[in-house]
């Protein structure tokens, strides 16, 4: 008879207000505090000094490229005609961390869906590292961190290369425990994320979710808050402009929504059959993007992204114009069991027992384990409001093992109304790199 064991990876990224969340955390949703001992340690880079930009190889923003690409490939599988938030800069991690651990045909497969190639794991562990140093460091008035851990079963210790792995190139602090309470086990993990989120993702898993049979959790935490561009005295978006307006759904029904309104010289890029809007966050390194499909065929425009490298849109940016905006305030939280969507997209071996390849992640034990991965859980949340952005993602990737196997002249005009299903996304400018992505379709 099988013995089944579960090990999870669980990468949590998010858009949040910066501060410190005590011990004793309470959840907003239900006022119960949550008592942890010897809470996991945070460990990430934490810049000083502002840097120009980030610093990528050719190779490097080769992989920034197909990263994007598998952004809108994603994206595209996830849609289904309601609105959601997801994040494929957090899949991206959660996927490089658990690739630490294989080999063979499977690690090939993660690594060919994150787009590194023939580069191997010694590439896909440098990019990580980069983005990781850097980007927290572009802008100084965008709070972002980065910060990673692993909570580890006492009686399954991890291989020493996979274990300096974490601690060199993720900055993960590594801490072991007795896993035989689950509700320990969650609230420790639960009380990580609410520190690392500001209480803004509470609850990461319950107590029924951990396996008796759990080995380890990975976990990776990116937080940011940032407000719109602007000043105190010359804001992006009044309050007192915002108003109701109509909005119509891809059905040709129209709802009320929201409407934020601005006029400035923003960025905007006028493509085949949509238009994209560039909104810039802090000191114009961050910026939310909208694309706005010209007719109401928001899938003929998910179609559209397969064929149009972001790299494409950026180089297609023009500032010329006034550009009258109207966006709806909005928020979305949904939650995907991406394993069909994975597959689909290029990884099957990782997913079939037996024949997945896990090979460095644990010390080998007097019986052989084999491992796979059972599912991947990605549930994100974001918020878009006149003062800025504020959003999270939580991805969670459980593995299973067995031991079977111009001045005074009129201005040029556009209007970027909003008024109909969009795609949005989040990015970083200088290196191109997407952080969060979307669709408002009002429903």
């Not at 669980?10 to 006022?31: D, I, R, T, Y």
């Not at 934490?46 to 840097?51: G, L, M, Y």
């Not at 210790?157 to 896993?179: C, G, H, I, R, W």
Request: hydrophobic share 40%; aromatic share 12%.
């Amino acid at each position: 008879m099988k013995k089944g064991f579960v090990y999870a990876v669980v990468c949590l990224l998010a858009v949040v207000a910066c501060s410190k969340v005590p011990v004793n955390v309470k959840n907003p949703s239900s006022n119960v505090p949550v008592n942890v001992k010897n809470p996991i340690t945070i460990s990430s880079p934490s810049p000083t000094e502002q840097i120009t930009k980030v610093e990528l190889s050719n190779a490097q923003k080769g992989y920034v490229q197909a990263g994007n690409a598998m952004a809108f490939r994603f994206l595209k599988q996830l849609y289904h005609g309601k609105n959601l938030i997801c994040s494929p800069l957090s899949l991206q991690y959660a996927l490089a961390m658990t690739a630490n651990g294989a080999s063979g045909e499977t690690l090939q497969e993660i690594i060919d869906f994150l787009g590194y190639g023939d580069e191997g794991m010694d590439a896909l562990n440098a990019y990580s590292k980069i983005l990781l140093e850097q980007l927290p460091a572009v802008d100084l008035d965008v709070t972002l961190k980065v910060t990673d851990a692993l909570l580890v079963n006492d009686e399954f210790p991890l291989l020493p290369s996979f274990k300096q792995a974490m601690e060199e190139t993720y900055y993960a602090a590594v801490d072991n425990m007795d896993f035989s309470d689950p509700a320990q086990v969650a609230a420790r993990i639960n009380e990580w994320a609410g520190r690392n989120t500001n209480g803004f993702i509470d609850k990461v898993l319950e107590a029924d979710e951990i396996s008796e049979d759990a080995v380890a959790f990975l976990m990776n935490a990116l937080y940011f808050k940032a407000k719109w561009a602007g000043s105190a005295h010359d804001p992006m978006f009044l309050e007192r402009s915002t108003t109701e307006g109509d909005f119509t759904l891809s059905s040709g029904t129209k709802s009320k929504v929201k409407m934020m309104r601005n006029m400035d010289y923003h960025r905007y890029a006028p493509m085949d059959g949509f238009t994209v809007l560039a909104l810039p966050y802090a000191n114009r390194k961050f910026y939310m993007y909208f694309l706005l499909p010209d007719d109401n065929n928001l899938e003929g425009l998910l179609e559209k992204l397969q064929r149009t490298s972001w790299e494409e849109i950026q180089q297609s940016f023009r500032s010329d114009a006034e550009v009258y905006v109207r966006l709806p305030k909005f928020d979305i939280e949904n939650k995907f069991n991406l394993n069909e969507t994975l597959k689909a997209m290029g990884i099957n071996r990782a997913f079939r027992a037996g024949m997945a390849q896990f090979d460095r992640m644990f010390a080998p034990k007097e019986e052989e384990y084999y491992y796979w991965i059972g599912k991947v859980i990605q549930k994100a949340r974001i918020s878009v409001a006149e003062w800025g952005t504020e959003a999270a993602a939580v991805t969670v990737v459980e593995m299973e093992a067995a031991t079977e196997a111009g001045p005074g002249e009129e201005p040029k005009r556009v209007y970027f109304y909003a008024d109909h299903p969009f795609v949005f996304a989040i990015g970083e400018s200088t290196s191109g790199t997407i952080l969060f992505e979307g669709v408002f379709s009002g429903e």
